[in-house]
């Protein structure tokens, strides 16, 4: 399904600012019935391995392309008698409201482990960032689950930060790699 609706090739910018000569819209095939409810049963089956080591209490997005994963997997968890809290952590506070960054967090125990949804990583700049914001408020996080890992330097920076990054699909299930001849 994200080889076919959400694979582009063409001139794009990423959300890193860096160049890139093709894209994986994620959100053409979450967005869609069949490939929320795939996507969510996916996500859910790295959280629960994630969970045989130590209990998960919440499931982080990243919003945009986070919101959708971690909110079907959370449902797709509740209907495996499974409780996952759902948690959206904005890039900024709100400047209006109740000015909060995190929402849904606040009904954890301070130390409670949690573990951030990604639709896309590149540079591992918005999870990392998504994490310190989590940390700070007092929240474990040890682990980022995404859809697709585009092997450009976010597995690496997030190792850096204590971080275990668990991609379902890679850049080489849509590029194959080159080999050197």
Known sequence: ???????????????????????????????????????GLVVLDEV??????????????????GCPLAGSA???????GLRFQLIYVRPERKDHGTGKQIEGADVLPRGARVVLIEDVVTSGGSSLRAVEALRGAGLEVEDVVVLIDRKEGGRELLAEHGLKLRAIFTRDDFIPPTTAA
């Not at 694979?7 to 959100?27: M, P, Q, V």
């Not at 629960?48 to 392309?65: D, F, W």
């Open 1 to 39: 399904m994200l080889r076919e609706r959400s694979y582009r090739r063409g001139e794009f910018t990423l959300a890193s600012g860096r160049k890139s000569d093709f894209f994986i819209d994620c959100k053409r095939t979450v967005l869609s019935p069949d490939g929320h409810a795939i996507a």
């Open 48 to 65: 629960e391995a994630i969970s045989v080591e130590r209990p998960v209490g919440g499931l982080v997005a990243v919003p945009l392309g």
């Open 74 to 80: 959370c449902l797709a968890a509740f209907q495996r």
